[in-house]
């Protein structure tokens, strides 16, 4: 079966740093796309980023020099590095394999950023 | 930018109806643009990619049509379990951008 897990949300204050784990499973992260969206209280879904296998990375403008995808392979799971936290990158943070036939997503992690 | 606009952004239903969402591209994006359904407090779910072709384990009651810059979501028969909100994205080109979404609930 097809899971995608996310961890390491949480309260932190503005300018701060964090990581989000996103652990796969029933697939291999490596060869795989991997999309980021986040969606802020009462809000619509925002694309955030997307990874491709070959290691091309494309960011949202809102997010670009702030926030870094990376991998661990042996652990096939995808981070996703946020630094210089705003309090408007406050959101429900979701990892998801998107545009194919059996897509997943996993159940997100809150980030919540306040002084 | 690619915008994507939806409409309505709210419908009222009742169940058995037949319900179309529009969603709009602000320039042509072939057919690179997926359907997603969410409900409160929970995680999105895939619904429709490549504008057309069904993810799995998706009724048939939903479908998608078009191709450059207008695309619908129908959903054949409304059911209890479908009232949600319904997001469009288009992946084309970068930044890949969503609809502000249809939020369909009960007549």
């Known amino acids: 079966e097809v899971q995608l897990v996310e961890s390491g949300g949480g309260l932190i204050q503005p300018g701060g740093s964090l990581r989000l784990s996103c652990a796969a499973s029933g697939f291999t992260v490596s060869s795989s796309s991997i999309t980021w969206v986040r969606q802020a209280p009462g809000k619509g879904l925002e694309w955030v980023s997307v990874?491709?296998?070959?290691?091309?990375?494309y960011y949202a403008d809102s997010v670009k020099g702030r926030f870094t995808i990376s991998r661990d392979n042996s652990k096939n799971t995808l981070f996703l590095q946020i630094n210089s936290l705003r309090v408007e990158d406050t959101a429900v943070y979701y990892c998801a394999r998107l545009y194919s036939p059996a897509d997943s997503w996993g159940q997100g992690t809150l980030v919540t950023v306040s002084s | 930018d690619i915008q994507m606009t939806q409409s309505p952004s709210s419908l009222s239903a009742s169940v058995g109806d037949r319900v179309t969402i529009t969603c709009r591209a602000s320039q042509g994006i072939s057919n690179y643009l997926a359907w997603f359904q969410q409900k409160p407090g929970k995680a999105p779910k895939s619904l429709i990619y490549?504008?057309?072709s069904l993810q799995s384990g998706v009724p048939s009651k939903f479908s998608g049509s078009g191709s450059g810059t207008d695309f619908t979501l129908t959903i054949s028969s409304l059911q209890p379990e479908d009232f949600a909100t319904y997001y469009c994205?288009?992946?084309?080109?970068?930044?890949?951008?969503f609809g502000p979404g249809t939020k369909v609930d009960i007549k």
């Open positions: 994205q288009q992946y084309n080109s970068y930044p890949f951008t």
């Open positions: 990874t491709y296998s070959g290691g091309n990375t």
């Open positions: 490549a504008a057309t």
